[in-house]
């Protein structure tokens, strides 16, 4: 994954690399970056011929010998270089960008230990605080009762 220095080096980044342009001849978006390429298939002589896979069964079809290429490795010939690098996991892939995704989905996040158990110690510690017991009928007497507003006033004029 890259790192910026900055803000402005990371906007400058996204201008350069992740705007889409609208083709002028063909009306289909690109990136940017794939846009000289891109516009080579329009002239005349370019390479508007796509390479198929030769494998029995498989449709695939490719604009670059490079990235068929890719693609008999990762698919056909099952060749895995990239491993996760959380130990205990051991999960291979074909491809970076997948393997970066599986290492940034968060399935690794985790806490060891027994759940269960914790659970169980959690809700059996004592709580703080002051203990409330039911109100007994002596204690509701006790509890002095202030006269409303209006009974006061009715024994003012007495």
């Known amino acids: 994954m890259k790192q910026f220095s900055n803000e402005q080096c990371l906007k400058a980044h996204i201008q350069s690399c992740h705007q889409h342009i609208t083709c002028e001849i063909c009306g289909t978006k690109q990136l940017k970056k794939n846009i000289k390429s891109h516009l080579r298939t329009h002239e005349e002589?370019?390479?508007?011929?796509?390479?198929?896979c030769d494998y029995e069964g498989c449709l695939q079809t490719f604009t670059k010998k490079s990235n068929l290429r890719q693609?008999?490795?990762?698919?056909?010939?099952?060749?895995k270089p990239f491993v996760c690098c959380f130990p205990g996991c051991g999960k291979r892939f074909a491809y970076k960008h997948v393997k970066d995704n599986h290492e940034k989905s968060g399935c690794h996040v985790h806490a060891?230990?027994?759940?269960?158990?914790?659970?169980?110690?959690?809700?059996?510690?004592?709580?703080?605080?002051?203990?409330?017991?039911c109100?007994?009928?002596?204690m509701l007497v006790r509890k002095r009762v202030s006269p409303s507003k209006q009974?006061?006033?009715?024994?003012?004029?007495?």
């Open 135 to 138: 109100p007994t009928v002596e």
């Open 112 to 133: 060891h230990g027994d759940f269960e158990e914790a659970d169980e110690k959690f809700r059996s510690r004592p709580r703080g605080g002051r203990k409330r017991q």
């Open 71 to 79: 693609h008999v490795k990762a698919v056909h010939l099952e060749n």
């Open 45 to 52: 002589g370019g390479s508007m011929e796509r390479i198929k």
């Open 151 to 158: 009974s006061r006033q009715g024994y003012e004029n007495f």
